[in-house]
């Protein structure tokens, strides 16, 4: 029991799973936006990204095999809806989400490298090289369209970093349970390093995942939220307060998370948050019909 616990409370916090280890992060440097090309050697080979339905394929971005998936078709000047999987989680975990919502529209998820059936990224990573990965999903996936950026987890703070830097592009985004802008600085305030016992090995793991000690080899750094323009926006996070069962630090996780949803309402002055009453961390399992429903009202939002 309380290993599921602490793999469910690190899930949450870093959006990673049982099986991560917490050994140091990798001694290779941090990929930057200037280091490579997302767009060398990409290659689409027979698959046509606009078909109705064209199930997972691969492409190549930047040199490393990407795992893509689009379906649905939606009016002319609606935007494609994206979707970014939490950490330790492919678009297979996505796709009844992504299958109800390509009823109405189009809808793309993809495997990030170092997740699913996408290649291992090529060394440590940062924000930047991740936001370089995704352009070059998008540029295939979307063309010229605007898109819905819907992140769950570390999805949700992927998409609410590489906003604000593609305004032209992304035009409305939808925050499932996203970590926290400030959630190394909120995990280590929360937990002390005098902690003990199972408080004690949850703090040492999640500072090791943000440090890159995870699947994706991401740097999970701290930052200011900044502002996307005047885009929908609908932060939703989770209302069982399951992080409260750690004894003595419980509470103070639960209100940093509450916090840090709180802070992603700087996006936009069209920000909205709301809660996900009956939903634990995974709010689009727990409550699908609500996480469809704010995704298509930011969808319906973004070109009105």
């Not at 924000?127 to 819907?150: E, I, M, N, Q, S």
């Not at 996900?276 to 429903?293: E, G, T």
Request: one cysteine or more; charged letters at 20%; a positive charge.
């Amino acid at each position: 029991m309380l290993r599921t616990f602490k793999a469910t409370a690190v899930a949450a916090l870093c959006c990673t799973v049982v099986g991560v280890g917490i050994a140091g992060a990798p001694a290779a440097s941090a990929a930057s936006a200037a280091e490579w090309d997302p767009l060398a050697n990409t290659s689409l080979e027979n698959w046509d990204p606009f078909a109705a339905s064209s199930g997972p394929q691969k492409i190549k971005v930047g040199g490393r095999s990407v795992n893509v998936s689009c379906s649905g078709r939606s009016a002319k000047g609606a935007p494609v809806i994206v979707l970014l999987a939490g950490m330790g989680d492919g678009l297979d975990k996505l796709a009844p989400l992504q299958k109800t919502l390509s009823g109405r529209n189009r809808v793309c998820s993809y495997d990030r490298l170092g997740a699913g059936a996408s290649d291992a990224p090529a060394g440590q990573q940062d924000f930047a090289a991740v936001g370089k990965t995704l352009t070059g999903v998008l540029d295939r996936v979307a063309g010229d369209r605007p898109v819905v950026l819907a992140g769950h987890s570390l999805g949700g703070l992927i998409a609410a970093r590489y906003a604000p830097e593609h305004r032209d592009r992304v035009k409305g985004v939808v925050l499932l349970d996203a970590t926290s802008p400030t959630m190394l600085a909120d995990v280590k305030k929360a937990i002390p390093a005098s902690a003990k016992g199972a408080a004690a090995e949850l703090r040492a793991q999640n500072l090791a995942v943000f440090q890159g000690a995870n699947p994706e080899k991401l740097l999970i750094a701290d930052g200011k939220v900044r502002s996307a323009g005047n885009i929908p926006v609908e932060v939703v996070q989770h209302g069982k307060q399951y992080l409260a069962a750690i004894p003595q630090y419980g509470p103070r996780l639960e209100r940093a998370w509450s916090a840090g949803q709180r802070k992603w309402l700087a996006l936009s002055k069209r920000a909205k948050l709301s809660t996900a009453a009956k939903s634990a961390h995974y709010i689009y399992l727990d409550q699908p019909d609500l996480a469809v429903r704010a995704i298509q009202r930011v969808a319906a939002r973004s070109h009105a």
